[in-house]
């Protein structure tokens, strides 16, 4: 962290005795100002501008930093203003909403990069004393679009095409990287050349991986088309990362028995799941109580990957154990009943649909969370399905103990699976229709997972 003069924190100390600043919360008041430093220094802002505060609490949110602690912080800074800066006009401390402002989840714009885009703001007192600096009115940069409305478009186009809420967290992620690179820009003056300079800001100084590259460029190709509504174009020339062909990591039949030994009750179930059916994490955990088939032994995935549907065979070997797993479920079921259980999580509008289906022993999760969820907006007692972390830090720790020096998360079991049928001589078409892959060149890559055999012996296709 960025140091600070001796004589500035005394100064600063003085500043906070006169103020009568509790003694409890002065060393919360440096740490601010520490903070405040390192941020300067980083992201190259005068220490002695305020132009640089609505970026360094946008900074402070996307830390998670809560609003008490942020009220703090500007509350710290202005302090450190008005003492270095006698003339500096002091700031508001109470942070009243300015309706002028442009504002969104993390930032807001002040009030030199208003003026920069042609709107000066006008305080109730400059009006009473200056009326002739009243403007006529606001202009259409400012009206007819605002970073606020960037993201509740973002929102609106993201649930009119059902994508994924990961796809919306990941998009409004950036959307405000990219906001925080043009400094609050107007976004009728965004051009495409600023999407290539962000991006090779992204490659060049931040060194991302190609992945993240391209998730970027494919972000905001969608924020120029769908919330701008601009055709792209020199956008269409811009170079895209390469990514490198990838082998995924496949377990062997005995590694993969070894981690299961290592696995505690349920998660070992889970990953039976992964192995024996080929699931994806999100699409074994989502799965409730309607959708086995225990007497046809088949299992069905609704809203997999791309929102499909697919039925896979239960494995027989975990039919048993599926089963007393479902009576526990059902047990636990009856006792939250018992207790004023006010149902499952539903997607969509299901519940609004179907009066009452939430309390129904078929929409149950199959693998239910360990704690009761409290909504605060309702007081309602609801159990949502197991965590996905609890998933991924059990299969670490089993790998850890059984020694497996390989990079085995929950979605090798997935790999493994694939790998293995490839192995029995299965067909490409059968694995691919299995995991659920819209296109075969998905699936091909499994073909590098296995030894190459070939025919020693040449023969004549008449002789097959």
Same mark, same amino acid.
Not at 303 to 329: F, M, W, Y
């Given at each position: 962290m960025f140091p600070i003069h001796r004589e500035l924190e005394a100064d600063f100390d003085a500043v906070l005795n006169r103020k009568s600043v509790p003694v409890q919360y002065r060393h919360h008041?440096?740490?601010?100002?520490?903070?405040?430093w390192d941020f300067c220094h980083k992201y190259h802002y005068p220490v002695s501008e305020k132009e640089s505060l609505p970026h360094f609490k946008g900074k402070l949110r996307e830390k998670r930093q809560t609003e008490i602690q942020i009220k703090q912080a500007f509350e710290a800074i202005s302090l450190y203003y008005e003492m270095i800066r006698p003339d500096f006009n002091q700031i508001d401390r109470t942070e009243p909403p300015d309706p002028g402002a442009v504002i969104h989840d993390q930032f807001q714009v002040s009030e030199t990069e208003k003026k920069a885009v042609g709107y000066e703001t006008i305080t109730k007192e400059d009006q009473r004393k200056y009326p002739e600096k009243i403007p006529?009115?606001?202009?259409?940069s400012l009206k007819t679009f605002s970073w606020r409305t960037a993201y509740d478009s973002l929102h609106n186009e993201i649930k009119v095409r059902h994508y994924s809420p990961k796809t919306l967290k990941t998009y409004r992620h950036w959307l405000a990287k990219f906001q925080a690179f043009t400094k609050s820009k107007a976004l009728e003056s965004? #051009? /495409?050349? /600023?999407?290539?300079?962000?991006?090779?800001?992204?490659a060049v100084k931040k060194n991302v991986s190609s992945s993240t590259q391209n998730q970027a460029f494919n972000a905001l190709l969608f924020i120029y088309r769908h919330i701008l509504k601009k055709e792209p174009g020199i956008l269409k020339d811009t170079v895209r990362a390469k990514k490198k062909p990838y082998i995924p990591v496949v377990l062997s039949r005995q590694e993969t028995d070894t981690v299961l030994q290592h696995?505690?009750?349920?998660y070992d179930l889970v990953v039976k799941f992964l192995y024996g059916c080929g699931l994806r994490l999100f699409e074994c955990l989502n799965l409730r109580i309607h959708n086995f088939n225990f007497d046809a032994r088949i299992l069905t995935v609704?809203?997999?990957?791309?929102?499909?549907?697919?039925?896979?065979?239960?494995?027989? #070997?975990?039919?048993?154990?599926?089963?007393?797993?479902?009576?526990?479920?059902r047990s636990l079921y009856e006792q939250d009943i018992q207790e004023g259980?006010?149902?499952?999580?539903?997607?969509?509008?299901?519940?609004?649909?179907?009066?009452g289906c939430a309390k129904e022993l078929i929409w149950q999760w199959f693998f239910p969370a360990i704690q009761l969820t409290c909504l605060p907006e309702t007081g309602e007692?609801?159990?949502?399905h197991l965590h996905e972390s609890h998933v991924q830090k059990a299969v670490k720790s089993a790998v #850890?103990?059984?020694?497996?020096y390989k990079r085995v998360s929950c979605h090798t079991f997935r790999h493994t699976y694939a790998t293995h049928l490839l192995q029995a001589n299965y067909d490409i078409r059968t694995i691919q229709e299995l995991l659920g892959h819209s296109d075969v060149k998905t699936t091909m890559i499994y073909t590098h997972t296995i030894e190459s055999r070939t025919l020693k012996e040449l023969k004549s296709p008449l002789d097959f």
């Open positions: 008041y440096k740490k601010w100002l520490r903070y405040y006529a009115k606001t202009p259409e965004l #051009s /495409d050349t /600023d999407i290539k300079e962000f991006l090779t800001f992204l696995l505690s009750y349920p609704h809203d997999g990957k791309g929102q499909k549907d697919r039925t896979v065979p239960l494995p027989h #070997s975990i039919i048993t154990e599926s089963q007393a797993h479902l009576e526990k479920v259980y006010s149902g499952t999580f539903m997607f969509g509008l299901m519940e609004k649909k179907y009066k007692k609801r159990r949502y #850890s103990k059984a020694g497996i």
